[in-house]
């Protein structure tokens, strides 16, 4: 499985963005990752199935929601409230079983920039 992180950009702070994650097979649980500059990788959200079990860093509860698709593959994250601390890479992960064992594939990072 091979993923595809999209949508960052350059935001004020207070505004929104969407981020999407699409998948070129079938995954199990999802998630979205953020490396902010010159720190370590951070969890950020997780769906397990598709609409429930979510489960979010205190950073981020209240004002970022993630979802999926399961029709076209794609995990979202909906970032709402936007802080100058959320400026960071952001990653999509998902478990793959392939002969029996899980993987955690990674995708290609995002940039998201909140201006204060």
């Known amino acids: 499985v091979q993923l595809q992180a999209s949508g960052g950009g350059l935001v004020q702070a207070g505004g929104s963005l969407r981020l999407s994650c699409a998948a070129s097979?079938?995954?199990?649980?999802m998630a979205w990752f953020r490396q902010p500059p010159g720190r370590e990788r951070d969890f950020v959200a997780v769906?397990?199935?598709?609409?429930?079990?979510?489960y979010y860093a205190d950073a981020v509860k209240g004002r970022f929601t993630i979802s999926r698709d399961s029709d076209n593959n794609t995990l979202y994250l909906e970032m709402t409230g936007l802080k100058p601390e959320d400026t960071a890479v952001y990653y999509c992960?998902?478990?793959?079983?392939?002969?029996?064992?899980?993987?955690?594939?990674w995708g290609k990072g995002t940039q998201v920039t909140v201006s204060s």
């Open positions: 097979g079938r995954t199990g649980v």
């Open positions: 769906m397990a199935g598709y609409g429930s079990n979510t």
């Open positions: 992960v998902a478990t793959e079983i392939d002969g029996g064992r899980t993987y955690a594939r």
